[in-house]
Every structure is written in C-alpha cells, then in structure tokens.
C-alpha cells in the first residue's frame, strides 16, 4: 500500500510551538493553528492564597521537578481543553529553537512518554522548518520573540550554527521601555499589567525611520513634527495617555546606539560575517523575519535602512562585500509561521522515519540534539 494511503488512514499528528510567552497548537497538515494559548500553568499556592494572578509562566520553574509538573499540566489543558484529544498512541510534533536548554527538551519528552504515553515525537527546529512554507532551502532566519532575538543561518538545508547571535532585545525589552516610559510620565504602576502593556504596544507603537530616532538620540525630538498621542482607556474610567515620543521610541531598545553593537542590524550582519564568502550573498538576498514582535509596522523598513547604512561603516566597508538585502513575504503571520512550517514536516513520511518512538524513548531516555548527525533521530536534517 502505497506510504500516502497510509498516513491519510492515520490520525494526524498533534503540531505544538512552546514558545516563552505564547503556545500554537493544531494538527499536522492545516494552514493555521487551531488555538495560541499563553504559555503559563496556574500556580495553586498563589490561588489558595488568594491573589488575583494565580497564573505563572511555564519557563520560570525553580527546579527540574517543577518543570516536569508544570509541563505536564500545561500539557494536559493542550490536549483535553483546545485539541480535544487523547493523546495515547497520538504522534507529536515539537517546533522547538536549536537553543532551547536541553532540560526543557528532555523534561517534555519525559512528560509525553511517560505521562501521556504518545507513540512518538518528532522534534524540528524553528529556524529550518520555517522555509518549507516558502519552499527555498537557504535564508537568513531573523526570529524575534518575546526573550531574545535570534538571527540563524540557513544554506542548502543545513543550519549554519557556528554562525548563530542572539540578543536579549525582544518584546519583553520593549514592555519594559513602555513600562518606564509611562512610570516616568505619572502613571499609575497599578495599572500597567503585562496584558495591559502589550494592549498598549501593538495598538499604538510603531517603529520610526533611522532620521527621525537619529534626532530623538541628539535632541529628545525637538525639532521634529511631534507624533500624535492618544488615550488608552484602562481599568474603570481610567485613561492611559500614551506620548507620541513613547510611540515612536518604544522599540528603539532594539536599536541601541552604544560601542557594545549589540543591536538587531549589527546581529544580522555578524551573523553573514561568520558564513564562508560564497554563502553570505545569497543569505542576504534572503532574510526571512519571523515571530510576533516582528509584526509592528515599520520594523522591515527600519531594518533594511539600518543595515544598508552600516555597510558604509568602517566596521563593515571592507569586510562584507554585499550590496544589497532582500526580504522574504511569508505566506502566513510571522508569529505562527514556525507552526505552520511544523505542520507541513508532520505531514510528511519524516513523521514516521525521523520521530522517537515510545520503544526507543523506553531504552535510551537521552534526547539526542540537533549537531548529532549519526545518532539523532527525529531531525530532517541533511549533513
């Protein structure tokens, strides 16, 4: 019987992206997640205490026990609450970045084989899987979430992980810059939640052009045309007044001016620099931006101008011989289309030839990572 028949008779493989603060969920073979979930487990201690945010974050666990606990109750609400499905003898599929720790990894495995008993799970990593949604084999990954930007090297199918950088510069530094921003200006602290910041954020915030943050840098904007302010309404009748320069300047964190260069442009060009010669022209005729923070308006533009400006620099003048960058249009929101990338792999016959079986898992508990080539099962990887 020919392999599609069979994996069309087969139920689907459940598709799960752990992210830091959100979770996509679905099935193996659909366009679109069927839930995004905040990654967090509800903290019983604080409930029987009484607080009004019994809630915690899935990845701020003490210890290794914990993290098991808290996986296999966030786990739980997955499958009984959005996919609605027992997962025993269920195939899985975990989206994953080549940097997540390896405790996470081998918790999590622990958590679906021995707790869930799935049949098998398929790890794939973020920054490879992403590019079967475009259907190219070499890219520049930029992936920007809510802990860290992580720029990754693509060629021929191959992640160049010599030549990765990443940086804390994400959505949490611009939740904080927002926070401060608005402290600064009278605010109430009270009332700027995380939910309430990040409201504020993708409703107002927007990324300003290099000459506009360049007099920010030299004057505090005096002599700009002011960005309009708006009013955010909050909890009762309260009213948010959110600045035009909070607006603009808010995601100039990842832009930092300073002698560290440890900003977004400087990562990505670092990045290329590290690649051998022949490879670095055709990752820079094809960057592709994923995660959410990736979404606000501006933030391409922005980039691209940077980094052709830092190519005149005597820092990169007469070291990168690239002329110009190329951006990649996904086919779906940057902040799922690592999921979808998941999606397409498990619903291919490498969900059956590359996943960890139950009885593999039951004899060798190590969870092999993405650089071993001879032992690693369950990464599509070409060496």
């Not at 997640?33 to 201690?45: A, K, N, T």
């Not at 679906?112 to 049949?119: A, G, K, P, T």
Request: some cysteine; charged content about 25%; glycine content about 6%.
């Amino acid at each position: 019987m020919p392999l599609y028949e069979t994996m069309l008779q087969e139920k689907p493989a459940i598709v799960l992206e752990i992210g830091t603060a959100l979770t996509k969920l679905g099935f193996a073979g659909e366009p679109y997640p069927r839930s995004i979930i905040p990654s967090e487990v509800l903290d019983h201690q604080a409930k029987n205490a009484g607080l009004t945010a019994p809630n915690r974050r899935l990845f701020d666990y003490t210890n290794e026990v914990e993290l098991y606990d808290w996986l296999v109750e966030f786990l739980k609400t997955i499958f009984f609450k959005y996919v609605l499905v027992s997962p025993k003898d269920r195939k899985v599929v975990i989206v994953e970045s080549v940097l997540c720790p390896t405790i996470i990894k081998e918790k999590l495995a622990r958590a679906l084989f021995v707790h869930f008993d799935v049949s098998s799970v398929f790890f794939v990593p973020t920054h490879l899987v992403v590019l079967a949604t475009l259907a190219v084999e070499t890219a520049l990954v930029v992936d920007i979430g809510y802990k860290e930007a992580i720029v990754v090297p693509v060629f021929c199918g191959v992640q160049a992980l010599y030549a990765w950088e990443a940086q804390p510069l994400a959505a949490e530094s611009v939740h904080n810059e927002i926070r401060r921003q608005l402290i600064e200006s009278g605010v109430d602290e009270g009332l700027l939640t995380e939910s309430t910041v990040e409201d504020i954020k993708i409703r107002t915030c927007f990324v300003t052009t290099a000459e506009r943050a360049a007099k920010y840098r030299a004057d505090g904007g005096a002599s700009l045309q002011p960005c309009p302010d708006v009013d955010y309404p909050a909890k009762g009748e309260a009213i948010i007044k959110v600045t035009g320069r909070l607006r603009e300047t808010a995601y100039e964190v990842m832009f930092p001016e300073d002698n560290d260069r440890l900003g977004l442009p400087y990562i990505v060009l670092n990045a290329i620099l590290k690649c051998p010669r022949d490879m670095r022209v055709p990752l820079a005729s094809n960057l592709v931006l994923i995660g959410g923070s990736t979404m606000v308006q501006g933030l391409t533009a922005r980039l691209k101008s940077e980094l052709l400006a830092l190519l005149q620099t005597d820092l990169y003048r007469e070291r990168l011989f690239v002329q110009a960058f190329k951006f990649h249009k996904a086919p779906a929101e940057p902040n799922f289309i690592a999921w979808l990338g998941g999606s397409i792999y498990g619903a291919t016959d490498l969900v059956l030839t590359k996943s960890i079986t139950r009885e593999a898992y039951s004899k060798n508990q190590t969870i092999p990572d993405f650089t071993n080539y001879e032992e690693t099962r369950g990464v599509p990887m070409r060496g």
